[in-house]
């Protein structure tokens, strides 16, 4: 069956990076691509951007133009987000999602930014 | 960038009530490019409803979906208690792909 599987929970400073994995599996990952969302505490889900697997084209949030890359190993079938100096509202649960439709999803990771 | 408004904010119905949830755009959704999401405390959101109107793998058919070009919503007919939870709408037709705020959910 459809499985994305992330990374664990990650504490930051400000200012640190983070990158979080997503190992897709259960499927062909070329076929679909990836999006990553994430929900800080109390707020609604915000769509962070997407990446296609086929050829690595991405499409990022304005909001987080600069700061945010994903990025692809298409040999283990695996999809990154990186997220460069951290600031403490970025503290969120990240979530990344198979296709379009969003069809599928990891169990998320929590991110927790605080100095 | 499309604005999606969830209306109502929350919504208090009994078991077996039927619930009505809207979701508007500021522009026209491209092709109905639409979904409708589940988000339980604990849980990765589920997809419901996408392309406005066709149900999700493992759905049950008390989730249905409608509309087209700025109006959308979700119906739940005979509610349970498992229903209790917050839905979101989001667009995948254009960049950047927006979610409405929510509309949280309760079961009496």
């Known amino acids: 069956q459809v499985q994305l599987v992330q990374s664990g929970t990650q504490v930051k400073k400000p200012g640190d990076s983070v990158k979080v994995s997503c190992k897709a599996s259960g499927y062909t990952f070329t076929n679909f691509d990836i999006s990553w969302v994430r929900q800080a505490p109390g707020q609604g889900l915000e769509w962070m951007g997407w990446i296609s697997t086929y050829n690595g084209n991405t499409n990022y949030a304005q909001k987080l133009q600069g700061r945010v890359t994903m990025t692809t190993d298409t040999s283990t079938s695996t999809a990154y987000m990186e997220l460069r100096n951290l600031r403490s509202d970025d503290t969120a649960m990240y979530f990344c999602?198979?296709?379009?439709?969003?069809?599928?999803w990891g169990q998320g990771t929590l991110v927790t930014v605080s100095s | 960038e499309i604005v999606l408004t969830q209306s109502p904010g929350t919504l208090s119905l009994s078991p077996g009530e039927r619930a009505t949830l809207s979701c508007r755009a500021n522009q026209s959704v491209s092709s109905s490019y639409l979904a409708w999401y589940q988000r339980n405390p604990g849980q990765a959101p589920r997809v419901l409803i996408y392309?406005?109107?066709t149900r999700a793998t493992g759905i049950p058919d008390r989730f249905s979906g409608s509309g087209s070009g700025t109006d959308f919503t979700l119906t739940i007919s005979r509610l349970e208690p498992e229903d209790s939870a917050v839905y979101y709408c989001q667009q995948y037709g254009s960049s950047p792909r927006t979610f409405g705020q929510g509309t949280k959910l309760e079961i009496k």
């Open positions: 392309d406005a109107s």
């Open positions: 999602a198979r296709g379009w439709e969003l069809t599928h």
